[in-house]
């Protein structure tokens, strides 16, 4: 019965010492997962902001190069004003264009550069402007509200300044939703995270109990068997019976011993001694008997 028994418990102790590795490997598996995980978006994100800023710095030295030339041509009395304004209304276009066409979450990033580079091409278009107005009119004043007149739905500077204005709170605000919205994720992340390892821990733990269970009762009934085995009559009698026996074999030493001592005395004295001898010996064999 104890064989069958044992070999019962022994399949289900391999199952709950391999389920406690597969445990231990989940837990493993996942923290080298969001290890892996942070180190890719981290890569990514480089990358991508590397890529952005070279792709801005071309951008401006290509831009600062045509203002340069319209610049020139405006500051030395070009016969053709109306077409630098022209490719200066297509050049602001092309900038607008290129701020709202980034990707959002790199553009906060970039923001702060694009609005320097935008002031200074602003500068620089108020002055072409207002050069144009001297060449005109000397004692007309720059108004930045007036649009050039060239083209249908042109902006005014005043009414660019409006709309980057306008662009990049909105773009603000759409940056900070994103970020709530990845904080919120990666707050659901970590709690499921948490839920898994107290989980796990939890099973660790029911485990460890229900060993303990085990060794505990493997202990109490070896303890009960012990005792129903002390308290057996005839475990009991088999016992008083080897004490008898080892009672015995004690005296059988002490009457071999008494036989091989040397006679001493008087042929009187050793009658009287060898007769104590036979009737203790008598005696003895007599007890003997009585009590096997």
Same mark, same amino acid.
């Given at each position: 019965?104890?064989?069958?028994?044992?070999?019962?418990?022994?399949?289900r102790?391999k199952?709950?010492h391999?389920?406690?590795?597969?445990s231990e490997?989940?837990?493993?598996?996942?923290?080298?997962?969001?290890?892996?995980?942070?180190?890719k978006a981290?890569?990514?994100k480089?990358?991508?902001?590397?890529?952005?800023m070279?792709?801005?710095?071309?951008k401006?030295m290509?831009?600062?190069?045509?203002? =340069?030339? !319209?610049? #020139?041509?405006? @500051?030395?009395g070009?016969?053709?004003?109306? %077409?630098?304004? *022209?490719? $200066?209304?297509k /050049?602001?276009?092309?900038?607008?264009?290129?701020?709202s066409?980034?990707?959002?979450?790199?553009?906060?990033?970039?923001?702060?550069e694009?609005?320097?580079?935008?002031?200074?091409?602003v500068?620089k278009?108020?002055?072409?402007?207002?050069?144009?107005?001297l060449?005109?009119?000397?004692?007309?004043?720059?108004?930045?509200t007036e649009?050039?007149?060239?083209q249908m739905?042109?902006?005014?500077?005043?009414?660019?300044?409006?709309r980057?204005?306008?662009?990049?709170?909105?773009?603000?605000?759409?940056?900070e939703e994103r970020?709530?919205?990845i904080?919120q994720?990666?707050?659901?992340?970590?709690?499921?995270?948490?839920?898994?390892l107290?989980?796990?821990?939890?099973?660790? =733990?029911? !485990?460890? #109990?229900?060993? @303990?269970?085990r060794?505990?009762?493997?202990? %109490?009934?070896? *303890?009960? $068997?012990?005792? /129903?085995v002390?308290?057996?009559?005839?475990?009991?009698?088999?016992?008083k019976?080897?004490?008898?026996q080892?009672q015995?074999?004690?005296?059988?030493?002490?009457?071999?011993?008494?036989?091989?001592?040397?006679?001493t005395?008087t042929?009187?004295?050793?009658?009287?001694?060898?007769?104590?001898?036979?009737?203790?010996?008598?005696?003895?064999?007599?007890?003997?008997?009585?009590?096997?």
């Amino acid at each position: 019965m104890r064989e069958k028994d044992l070999q019962e418990k022994l399949p289900r102790m391999k199952q709950k010492h391999l389920e406690t590795r597969i445990s231990e490997e989940n837990v493993a598996l996942v923290r080298k997962q969001v290890a892996e995980n942070n180190q890719k978006a981290a890569q990514l994100k480089k990358e991508e902001t590397f890529q952005l800023m070279q792709k801005y710095a071309e951008k401006r030295m290509q831009e600062e190069k045509e203002l =340069r030339d !319209l610049v #020139q041509q405006v @500051a030395k009395g070009h016969k053709n004003p109306k %077409a630098a304004k *022209e490719k $200066l209304q297509k /050049l602001k276009q092309n900038i607008v264009k290129e701020v709202s066409e980034h990707n959002q979450e790199l553009l906060r990033q970039a923001l702060e550069e694009e609005q320097v580079r935008l002031c200074e091409n602003v500068k620089k278009i108020s002055e072409i402007h207002a050069v144009e107005s001297l060449q005109r009119d000397k004692t007309s004043r720059f108004d930045d509200t007036e649009t050039a007149g060239h083209q249908m739905g042109e902006m005014s500077l005043a009414e660019l300044k409006q709309r980057l204005a306008f662009l990049k709170q909105s773009q603000q605000q759409e940056l900070e939703e994103r970020h709530s919205q990845i904080l919120q994720e990666n707050k659901k992340k970590k709690q499921d995270m948490q839920e898994k390892l107290e989980t796990i821990s939890l099973h660790n =733990r029911t !485990l460890a #109990q229900a060993a @303990a269970n085990r060794k505990e009762e493997k202990r %109490a009934k070896q *303890e009960f $068997l012990k005792q /129903l085995v002390d308290q057996d009559e005839t475990v009991l009698a088999l016992k008083k019976k080897l004490e008898e026996q080892k009672q015995q074999r004690r005296q059988l030493k002490l009457l071999e011993k008494s036989k091989t001592k040397p006679q001493t005395g008087t042929p009187a004295a050793a009658q009287t001694e060898t007769h104590g001898r036979q009737t203790s010996n008598r005696k003895n064999w007599e007890e003997i008997n009585q009590q096997m």
